[in-house]
């Protein structure tokens, strides 16, 4: 079955950086374009950015785009989101989703299984 596990959250200081990981399995990882969503208890939930099975980024949220970076490995079935500068606005769960059946190279158009996530806390 599809799975997701994420790690690399934790509590950091405004300004300062993390690193997420996101190891999937169950699927053919390199056929799939992944994205990272951030969740907030009582907000509706965020998409951030994707990439590509090739590697292209597109970013959803305008207020990531020049903090946050977004990587692949598919030797590792791995995806990073690498995020600096991070602001108290960022604290959330954040996961992990594969693009769905129906185009699954591509970033955008539907998601199907997602991660249970890893916290951030962004706080003096």
């Known amino acids: 079955q599809v799975q997701f596990v994420e790690s690399g959250g934790g509590l950091v200081q405004p300004g300062g950086s993390l690193r997420l990981s996101c190891v999937g399995s169950?699927?053919?990882?390199?056929?799939?374009?992944i994205a990272w969503y951030r969740h907030t208890p009582g907000k509706e939930s965020e998409g951030l950015l994707c990439?590509?099975?090739?590697?292209?980024?597109?970013y959803y949220l305008d207020s990531v785009e020049g903090r946050f970076t977004i990587s692949r490995d598919n030797a590792k079935n791995t995806v990073y989101l690498q995020m600096n500068n991070l602001k108290p606005e960022d604290t959330a769960v954040y996961s992990c989703?594969?693009?769905?059946?129906?185009?699954?190279?591509?970033?955008?158009?539907?998601?199907?299984?997602w991660g249970q996530g890893t916290q951030v806390t962004v706080s003096t």
């Open positions: 990439i590509s099975p090739s590697g292209s980024t597109k």
């Open positions: 169950g699927f053919t990882f390199n056929d799939h374009a």
């Open positions: 989703a594969k693009a769905g059946p129906s185009f699954p190279w591509l970033c955008g158009h539907e998601y199907d299984y």
